[in-house]
Every structure is written in structure tokens, then in C-alpha cells.
């Protein structure tokens, strides 16, 4: 592995090293196996030779899950820290359920890249374009891994143009396949021109890598079979041709995906997408807020929290807020101050998600994440830092797109039912609205597997069987404006109003003529479906 100079010097190296990304893809196309590659080649797992079994792979990565309930708590592997080579990869779980949610979209601001697998087979599938979306929002750098090559794949110009057209994003292939399914030898490593070979009956060793002097370097011909070779020297010439170079400014700026090939479950192809992460990959990168942005290498210490994992031990209800180091080298035991409350928080037993070494370690760098355990206090969006006011921006809270009412089983347990409520609208896994005339509660998801998720863990973690039932309303917006003009359109409005958990006023409604005859009643007034959360 080369190191590539930083294009920010003024980094410290603790910093630089660091390569904070999540990985983007349809359900199936292998997220979880290249995962498990990941944590196998990086130091996550302590391997005792270069090879190691499938079963075994398994078994260590549940061993990572044991860990966490011996520490008790399960972070279901939202976040997975590693070395690889002199680099510290922390890797983000983006959920894996189908469903978009918010929450995968407040993951994606708590990285500076997104790895997308695809499936050769299959290309870009829908949740792929849907995430992907996302990450072109903010100009996350992407970088890809196509997946399955072992297995018959699309043509492979196909799939990159696919990738330009729907993405629209230059791609730029950083390897070339050899050979298609059953025939598929390995790739030419284009960036390092390397001969990466796969084995085939091996599925967890390091492929053999043949330096190549040249395409007529006859190393090519000693081993890609003769009836491969003259179709790959053609399309690697055709690539060349048709396809950008690599520029690492543009894969920077979010313009420019390179694409490896390779197979996931053969180990293949995965140490160079790991290089390429660490080559090629952003550092830590300055973080958006208010009233100043945040650069890592400043010397203060500040952090957000990007989600909240409430409940992982039913019986003491302690939640684990995961928050993104911004900037500064944190030390455990530091006081810092939450900015919404102006409170001192002493951080005195964080988490990290180390797989290497399994010990809570002492210390956060700027785009490491780290667990605190706390009772409520933290919520999706808060900023930490060393006193000064500073405000993470840009995480926001979506207005739900599906509305339900909800109901105890038991009627008695309506006080229990809000408490539950309440705390999965600040974990931010639902919106919660309270209709200010009549009782009970409105659920508002994005998703609508959540509902069903939603009443699992009620029932689960609170003892409480509850009925999810169609609601009279189906949009939510919320309402602001000065309070002459909001106390007379709530007046004129009671049925539709409602608050969130934070208090905040929401109109709910039917019909989507309602909320355009309300912004044209009440032209002072505003109604937005997305909320910054704070
Ligand atoms: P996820 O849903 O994206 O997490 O996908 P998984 O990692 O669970 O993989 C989905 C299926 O594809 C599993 O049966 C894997 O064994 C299989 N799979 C993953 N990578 C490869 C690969 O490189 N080649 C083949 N043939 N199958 C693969």
C-alpha cells in the first residue's frame, strides 16, 4: 500500500490517517459480506495466518457482537473502528432494512465517503439510485465496489455507463475484469498495473499479484488464458480511450466515482477497494455549522450526535448517543458542554467501537465515532464542545410521509404509551404528534415497515401491546411564523393541530390543497416538511 501525500498538510497525522465512510447498496448486492472482508483484512480480527474459513470469519464477526453484550450494550455494528495498514477506518452501518429512512440520511452526515456495491449482474437497483441520491446532496465522495464478478455479469461498459447516465457521475474504472463468470480470472489493476489473480479454490486468500511492465509484457500471457486476453486488451484499450482518468479533486468533490470489480465473498478485489479508500479516500472533513464551520485540526474538541440507540438493556433505560468527532483529540473523562442545554456533560465512559483491541479506548480523534451512554439527555443533533456555541447544521428531520394512529392495547397504560412514544420520537425512529383536541397520539414514518418495527419494540421493550390503526390524516407540515399570526391560524385551525415532542406546532391534514390554501390564507406564515433538528 502507497501512501498518497495529504492534500492537507495542515492535518495532524492522528487525523490524516483516518477514513470514516459507510457503504451504500441494494439489499443482497453484498454489504454484509464485504463488511465481514473488511473486518477480516483490517485488524479487526486477529488473524493467525493469511487464511482463514468461511465458518471461522463468521463466528469472529458474532464474537464482535458478544463483545458488545458483555459490555452491555448492543450497537448492532452501527459503527466499527479498524486499522489498515498505517489508516483507522471507521466504518458506518448505514440500517438495513429496504425502507428509507431519516435515519439512514443522518448516518451518510456522519461520514466523509460512501462505498456503493452493486451487483454485476444487476447494476444499479432501485435503493442503490435512492441512497445515492442522498449522498449527491451533501457531495459525499462515492466510491464503488462491483460486486459478484465470479457469478455471469452485465457487460461491463454497460454497467458503467448505466452508472453515468442514472448517477450522473463520471466514472473511472481503477480496475479491469478478466474474463466474464465462470471464465472470470481476476482483474488488471489499472492504477498500480497489476495482475490480480483469484483463486478460485480458496475463497479467503489474498489474491496473487503479478507486476506488469507494460501491456506487452509477456507476464500477461504466462497467465491470463490465450481466448481472455485479446478481448481484454481491447476493452482495457477501449476504457482507456472512452473513460476518464483518475483525478482525485473530482472524486473529492463527488463528480467522480472509480470503480473496482471484484467479489466479495472470494476476498477478491477487496484489498484494493481497502487501498483505494485509504489512497484516494477524503480525510475528516470540515464540518458545516453555525455561526462558523468546524475543521479537524482545530485544537478545541467538538462532536455531534447522528442517532440515538435507546433500550439495548430493556431493564435500565439508558440509551447510547453516537457522535461524530468533529474536531480535537478528545480524552475520556473530559467535561464538555452541550450546546442546546449550556450543560457541562462529563464524558467519563465512552465507547468506542474498536474491533482490533476490544478495550474502551481513551481517546477520539476528529472523525472517529464514539458511543456515550446517557439517560435522554443527548438527542439527534446536539452539538458537544469545549464552550463554545457552535451548531452542527444540516440534519434534518423529515416530515413522515405515512400517519398512523396509535393505541394501547389496555387503555389503563395510556401514560405508559406516550412515555414509549416519546422516547422513539427523540431516538428520532418515529414523529410523534400530539392532536391538541381529543386523545391519543399520531405516528408519523417514512417507511411503512417502521410501523410494524415501531409496535415490536413497544411490545418488546415496554411490556406493551399496542394497535396501529389508519388515521384521518396523511400529511404533516410544520407551522412557524410570529405568534399573532400562528395563534390565529391555530385558532381557526384546532382540528388539524397538533405538537411534536419538541412542542412544535404541526398542521396535519388530508388533502394537499389544504396546506396550499393555508399558505395562501396565511402568506405570513411558513410550513416545511423538514425540521433542522437541534
Ligand atoms: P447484503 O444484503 O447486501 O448485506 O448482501 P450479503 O452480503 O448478505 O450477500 C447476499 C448474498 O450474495 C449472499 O448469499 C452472499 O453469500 C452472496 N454474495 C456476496 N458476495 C458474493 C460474491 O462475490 N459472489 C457471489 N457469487 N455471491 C456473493
Redesign the pocket.
Known sequence: MSDTASNRPELPSEIARRRTFAII????????????KFLLYGGAIQMAGQVRAKGEARRTRSDFMQMEKDRGISVSASAMSFDYGTFRFNLVDTP?HSDFSEDTYRTLTAVDAAVM?I?GAKGVESQTQKLFEVCRLRDLPILTFC?????ESRDIFDIIDEIQENLAIDVTPASWPIGVGRDFVGTYDILRDRLELMDRADRNKVAESIEINGLDDPKLAEHVPAHLLETFLEELEMARELLPALDRQALLDGTMTPIWF?????S?GVKELMDGIANFGPEPQIQVAQPRNIAPEEKKVTGFVFKVQANMDPKHRDRVAFVRMASGHFKRGMKLTHVRTKKLMTISNPVLFLASDRELAEEAWAGDIIGIPNHGQLRIGDTLTEGEALRVSGIPSFAPELLQSVRAGDPLKSKHLEKALMQFAEEGAAKVFKPSIGSGFIVGVVGPLQFEVLASRIEIEYGLPVRFEQSQFTSARWVAGDKQALDKFINANSQHIAHDHDGDIVYLTRMKWDIDRVERDYPDLKLTATKEMM
Not at 447498496?25 to 465481514?36: M, R, V
Not at 460486486?147 to 457469478?151: E, G, S
Open positions: 447498496s441494494h439489499p443482497d448486492a453484498g454489504k454484509t459480506t464485504l463488511t465481514e438495513g456495491v451487483d460486486n459478484k464478478m465470479d457469478r471484484g467479489s466479495a465473498i472470494n477478491f
